[in-house]
């Protein structure tokens, strides 16, 4: 079970910290993603940390604002958002699976999806 956290209401150039965490498995044996799906708009990959290697993916729309990063003692995945924008709004959702390279930024590769956790961004 993942369980995502962190969401709220911020102002534009802001920062949040989404953390996604997991019972019943092991975080550092899966990679992870973090998805985001706003009204009317697809579910659309966000940032992916590769259980292989560590290595790290972003959507282009997030480069230099947003950082993954995995705390394997506390089994927590972790989505630093910072200068965030008002089209960053939308609910936040972490998914865990087995998953190639080619296929991180993909929804349906992973297996196991938290609840989501809502991120406003706005004045």
């Known amino acids: 079970q993942l369980q995502a956290s962190g969401g709220g209401l911020v102002q534009p150039g802001g920062s949040l910290r989404l953390s996604c965490a997991a019972s019943?498995?092991?975080?550092?044996?899966?990679?992870i993603g973090w998805f985001r799906q706003a009204p009317g708009r697809e579910r659309e990959g966000v940032a992916c940390?590769?259980?292989?290697?560590?290595?790290?993916y972003y959507d282009d729309s997030v480069k230099g604002r947003f950082t993954i990063s995995r705390d394997v003692a506390h089994n927590t995945v972790y989505l630093q958002m910072n200068s965030l924008k008002p089209e960053d709004t939308a609910v936040y959702y972490c998914?865990?699976?087995?998953?190639?390279?080619?296929?991180?930024?993909?929804?349906?590769?992973?297996?196991?999806w938290g609840q989501g956790t809502l991120v406003t961004v706005s004045s």
């Open positions: 998914a865990a699976g087995t998953v190639i390279q080619s296929s991180r930024a993909i929804a349906s590769a992973y297996a196991y």
């Open positions: 019943g498995f092991t975080l550092d044996y899966h990679s």
């Open positions: 940390i590769s259980s292989t290697d560590g290595s790290t």
